[in-house]
């Protein structure tokens, strides 16, 4: 591994983050709340030129979620307790893991990689597979990856929030979206 490239993610410069959908008649009217990954890190390694024996680890600190929407302080406040205490339960689960078990790419252009992502996700205590395609662009010193892929919460034993005493259920499926930058390391 000694001819591997190691990059470092950049929390900071990047942007990850979680769409969630309200479900049922409210949904036309509702809030479909999306929030940032604040508190994220990880490292990608690959063959230089190639991206041959890829791999890549994120680790994401459950609590960093933060709602981006501007609503009310009650609201805020109600969204984050649902979230962080019945839907992710951070006090047991503090930490979501995606480890990449085998990548593959195919090269567009000359910096520009189509890549599939084959690994296995970690959330509420839950390892589930878990694949997706995103787009790689490699820098002299930097990574970044961009796409978004679906997350379905009955997989890893998520209760679906309800909210409004019930009034307002949310969908399944969140939906995840990155652009990930990283930073060369060495």
Do not use: C, W
């Not at 981006?68 to 009650?74: G, I, K, R």
């Not at 878990?130 to 490699?138: A, E, K």
């Not at 019930?166 to 990155?178: C, Q, S, V």
């Amino acid at each position: 591994m000694s001819d591997h490239v190691r990059y470092s993610l950049d929390a900071v410069q990047s942007q990850f983050t979680v769409h969630a959908f309200a479900s049922g008649l409210a949904a036309v009217v509702a809030h479909n709340p999306k929030f940032a990954i604040r508190d994220f890190s990880g490292e990608a390694q690959f063959v230089p030129d190639t991206l041959h024996d890829a791999s890549i680890q994120v680790r994401i600190k459950a609590a960093s979620l933060e709602l981006m929407d501007e609503v009310s302080e009650y609201d805020r406040g109600e969204i984050d307790r649902v979230m962080f205490n019945e839907v992710l339960g951070i006090s047991r689960f503090p930490e979501i893991v995606y480890t990449s078990t085998q990548i593959s790419a195919i090269r567009l252009s000359e910096n520009l990689y189509a890549t599939t992502i084959a690994g296995k996700l970690t959330l509420h205590g839950v390892t589930n597979e878990l694949d997706f395609s995103g787009q790689v662009v490699i820098g002299e010193d930097t990574l970044r990856g961009y796409g978004s892929f679906p997350v379905k919460q009955s997989k890893y034993d998520i209760a679906i929030a309800s909210i409004a005493g019930g009034t307002l259920k949310m969908r399944d499926e969140l939906k995840i979206a990155f652009f990930i930058i990283a930073k060369k390391q060495g």
